[in-house]
């Protein structure tokens, strides 16, 4: 049984093993996030995202890039933690670590097949779409979860220990 660290890879890594995937006849969908403290909502969604395709490579933004997107009192979890908590996951194939303000160089670099959001998000909005469309990619929205967010989770927790 693989370990949960070994299925965290930098770039070069996460390249190299996409374009095995690759000449295996494998399709590859992409997505990304902060999955600060894991609910219901992503792992319905990261299922989901792993049905569309053969594997399932996951940018995960950094504490630094949590914080700046999020604020200063984000991530509650930390990378590393959030990274082999993901890892975990049977349906995720790989986890890569990201500090860049959006994953457009992940999904340049690793070109995947199928890029996924979220249906918060239009497709003509999800970062990279054009990209990989223009290498005849597919770009998916998938159904969120209602109720279900990190941020409604933190303010509950915060109105019941205040």
């Not at 299925?7 to 995937?21: G, Q």
């Not at 600060?36 to 569309?52: C, P, Q, S």
């Not at 959030?82 to 049977?90: E, G, K, V």
């Not at 249906?119 to 597919?138: M, P, Q």
Request: hydrophobic share 45%; proline share 4%.
């Amino acid at each position: 049984m693989k370990q949960t660290a070994d299925k965290i890879l930098n770039l070069d890594e996460a390249r190299n093993l996409v374009a095995r995937w690759r000449d295996e006849g494998e399709k590859v969908v992409f997505t990304n996030g902060c999955f600060d403290i894991v609910h219901l909502g992503h792992i319905d969604y990261l299922e989901k995202a792993r049905a569309l395709g053969d594997r399932l490579v996951l940018g995960l933004n950094t504490d630094a890039s949590v914080s700046r997107l999020k604020g200063p009192l984000r991530p509650v979890v930390n990378e590393t933690a959030r990274a082999r908590l993901i890892a975990a996951l049977s349906f995720v194939d790989t986890v890569i670590l990201f500090d860049e303000p959006t994953p457009l160089q992940l999904i340049e670099a690793l070109g995947p097949d199928i890029l996924v959001k979220g249906d918060d998000y239009s497709v003509e909005n999800i970062v990279g779409a054009d990209f990989v469309t223009a290498n005849g990619g597919e770009v998916k929205t998938i159904p969120l979860v209602k109720g279900y967010s990190t941020s409604s989770l933190i303010e509950k927790i915060r109105a019941a220990y205040t």
